[in-house]
């Protein structure tokens, strides 16, 4: 954890805090901190800032929070992802917070299962504590906004462009026609990126993703698998974002 995040029920009035769980033993056994000492902290869906530590025990840390005036900025990137299967789901929670992604919007498509949308790990209950974890692993607070669809069509003719105001509008395709180097940013623009699921998008649903405004982008010939796809194309559009 490089911060420690805390729910908003969780911080006093007065601004004091307590840790009695993992928290607490990374506070003790990784940062090994004594009393006095600060250390970095946030508020999910909130502010940033820093805590003293006043006591330590066996069972409870006690902290005295002190938070930034405003949140940090939502990330500028959203992800349009097809569903993939639920493990693979599970694992993919934590990394997508910690690469820094605004919305993700789960979606049917033509080579997605019907019951991969029957998983618990797609339901807030068990994705948030790994979207925390992420978080935690990031530095960041605000957590993504998720979003199931299990309508393609609806969803990039309709919702999309309602919705998203995004500048750049990319879909990952082996056989793309741009690459991410050539893709010019300026400051303050925004970016949604489809990554099809494993068996890759149909000529449908390419066209119509086309035919709604993206283009298509790749990283070689390569098949990569959904999460090492979602990992790799992040991490490249993340270096051509201008925050």
Known sequence: MNRILLEPQEIAPDGSASLRDA???????????????????????GPTGTARIVTMSADEIRLEC???????????ID?????????VMKRLWAPLAA?????????RAAKVERTYF????????HYRPLLIEGLQQAGDTLLPWVEIHTRFRPLVEDLIPREFAAEHKLVADPSGERRFR??????????LLAIGPEGGWTPFELDLLARTGFTSVTVGA????????CIALLALLQDCVIA
């Open 23 to 45: 928290r607490a033993e990374h506070v003790r056994s990784v940062l090994r901190a004594e009393v006095g000492r600060e250390i970095r902290i946030g508020q999910i869906d």
């Open 66 to 76: 002190h938070f930034e005036a405003q949140p940090p900025v939502r990330p500028p």
């Open 79 to 87: 992800l349009l992802l097809a569903l993939p299967r639920p493990k």
């Open 99 to 107: 690469l820094g992604v605004g919305r993700i919007l789960l979606t």
């Open 118 to 125: 029957e998983t618990h790990w797609i339901r807030p209950e």
């Open 182 to 191: 050539d893709i010019t940013f300026t400051r303050g623009q925004r970016a």
């Open 222 to 229: 390569r098949i990569l698998r959904a999460d090492t796809a």
